[in-house]
Structures are given as structure tokens and as C-alpha cells.
């Protein structure tokens, strides 16, 4: 992201990629490496998620290895960085890395170290949204800051949900065609 984004691009933008990954995670999927690279917007405005080179079933979403951790830091959630198995709720936080970055123009924890980054996901507040971006409808705030929760427990139970409350977001006509 170079700079801010308008809203209704990151309203498309999230309602494509959150879309992505309910379908990815329904089917038992999870990611595991949300990251801007790993979202493409097509010439047409559609949204795609790709490299799903480290994704896993639901049910073996953990380490890959004994003390190992797959992710990039700066997008993993908190149970992510502990190594703990993870689940639809760690994509959500990914998602939610990337939601902050591209309305505030910069990603929410940044440190000159991977441990100093980690730390911030563990327990680092979330920076305020609102005061950096007041022209950004609230929900789309509320669903950023919701899917940053450090607690995975106060995420959505699905994404599904997230999907919901992005669909359910205010947006003009005008700006749902961007």
C-alpha cells in the first residue's frame, strides 16, 4: 500500500478477500500467510487471493515443525507468534493487518526486530483508526479493529460473519461499482 486508500477500495477490497477466504475456510482451508502480496486485484476489480503454498486443513493448522513458525510477522496474529495451531480467527487477524494498512497507509506494528514485532501483536494496543482516517465509515472501522482483537475468541466465529458485517456496511451505490 503506498499511502491511504479511498474507503469504498478498501470496502471492495475486503468485501473480495474476506469473501475468498470464507469460502477457503467452509472447505476447511486456512491460509496462514495473509499478506498484501498475496491479494491481486485484477483490471476488472476482482479481488484474489493466491499462494496457498502454506496453507493447511483446519485440522493440522499448527507448526510445521518443532519450534518453527510459518507466517510473516508483520500480518501474523498473536497465536500465530506463539506457535500455537491456528485457525479461521488467525487469517481474520492477517486480514485485519492489511484492512488498518490500507485505510491508515502503514501497518498498525512496526519494530526494527521480528521479537519487537511479535511483542506488539501480543500486546500492543490497536492505534486508533478513527482519529487517522474520520472520513472511513465507522463499521468498517469496527470490523478492522474486531478482527485485530489479540484474544482470537473476540474475532468472528466465522468469517463468514466477517463477510456479513462488511456486506452490511453503508456504501453508496456509486462506491459498490468502484
Known amino acids: 500500500v503506498q499511502g491511504p486508500l479511498p474507503a469504498p477500495v478498501v470496502w471492495h477490497v475486503m468485501r473480495g478477500w474476506v469473501g475468498a477466504l470464507a469460502h477457503a475456510h467452509e472447505h476447511g482451508i486456512i491460509h496462514r500467510d495473509i499478506k ?3 491479494i491481486l486485484v485484477d483490471v476488472e476489480g476482482r479481488v484474489i487471493v493466491s499462494d496457498f503454498g502454506v496453507a493447511r486443513a483446519l485440522e493440522d493448522a499448527s507448526m ?3 519450534g518453527s513458525v510459518i507466517g510473516t510477522p508483520y500480518f501474523m496474529s498473536p497465536e500465530q507468534c506463539a506457535g500455537k ?4 480467527q488467525t487469517d ?3 486480514l485485519g493487518v492489511l484492512g488498518f494498512q490500507m485505510l491508515a497507509g502503514h501497518i498498525p506494528y512496526d519494530a526494527e526486530t521480528i521479537a519487537a514485532v511479535m511483542h506488539h501483536h501480543f500486546f ?3 492505534p486508533p483508526l478513527g482519529s487517522v482516517r474520520p472520513d472511513a465509515p465507522q463499521q468498517l472501522i469496527d470490523v478492522v479493529n474486531r478482527a ?3 484474544n482470537p475468541k473476540q474475532r468472528y466465529g466465522t468469517t463468514q460473519e466477517m463477510l456479513e458485517a462488511i456486506e452490511a456496511i453503508p456504501i ?3 462506491d ?3
Open 64 to 66: 510445521t515443525a518443532s
Open 92 to 94: 481474520q487477524y492477517s
Open 148 to 150: 485485530l482483537a489479540k
Open 172 to 174: 453508496t451505490d456509486a
Open 124 to 126: 500492543t494496543p490497536i
Open 85 to 88: 495451531k491456528v485457525g479461521p
Open 36 to 38: 498484501g502480496a498475496n
Open 176 to 178: 459498490r461499482r468502484w
